[in-house]
C-alpha cells in the first residue's frame, strides 16, 4: 500500500497550491481519502474528506469555500485544491485512506484509527 503526496511547497498569502495523493495497493473506489494536517506544536487535524464510492465531499469549517477536495478514480489519485491560503494553513499536509468510518468523523477528527498514511508535504503560506 502507497499513498503519495505531492505539491507542496511555499506560497504567499491569497494564493493557491494544489495537492495531489496518489494511491495504490488497495481498493481505492472502496475508501473514503482524508486530507489532515500538522502545523507545527499542534495537534494533527482533519481538513476534507471525499468518499470515493459516491463522491460525496467534508470540510472542516476553516477551509470551506477555499479548499476543494476532488477524486480521480482512475488514476487513483485525490487532489487538494487549495486557494486563498492563509498563513494559518501552514502545515504538513498528509493523506490518508480508510475503508469505513464517515465523512464528518474524518473531517473531524484526528486521523487515529485510519487504515494508511503517506508521508507528508509541507505546506508553507508566507504572508
Known amino acids: 500500500v502507497q499513498l503519495v503526496e505531492s505539491g507542496g511547497g511555499l506560497v504567499q498569502a491569497g494564493g493557491s497550491l494544489r495537492l495531489s495523493c496518489a494511491a495504490s495497493?488497495?481498493?481505492?473506489?472502496?475508501?473514503?481519502i482524508g486530507w489532515f494536517r500538522q502545523a507545527p506544536g499542534k495537534e494533527r487535524e482533519g481538513v476534507a474528506c471525499?468518499?470515493?464510492?459516491?463522491?460525496?465531499?467534508y470540510y472542516r469549517d476553516s477551509v470551506k469555500g477555499r479548499f476543494t477536495i476532488s477524486s480521480d478514480n482512475a488514476k487513483k489519485t485525490v487532489y487538494l485544491q487549495m486557494n486563498s491560503v492563509k498563513p494559518e494553513d501552514t502545515a504538513v499536509y498528509y493523506c490518508?485512506?480508510?475503508?469505513?468510518?464517515?465523512?464528518?468523523?474524518?473531517?473531524?477528527?484526528?486521523?487515529?484509527?485510519?487504515?494508511?498514511w503517506g508521508k507528508g508535504t509541507l505546506v508553507t503560506v508566507s504572508s
Open positions: 490518508s485512506a480508510d475503508e469505513g468510518g464517515t465523512g464528518w468523523g474524518i473531517v473531524l477528527g484526528n486521523g487515529d484509527g485510519m487504515d494508511y
Open positions: 495497493g488497495f481498493s481505492f473506489d472502496d475508501y473514503r
Open positions: 471525499v468518499i470515493n464510492s459516491d463522491g460525496s465531499t
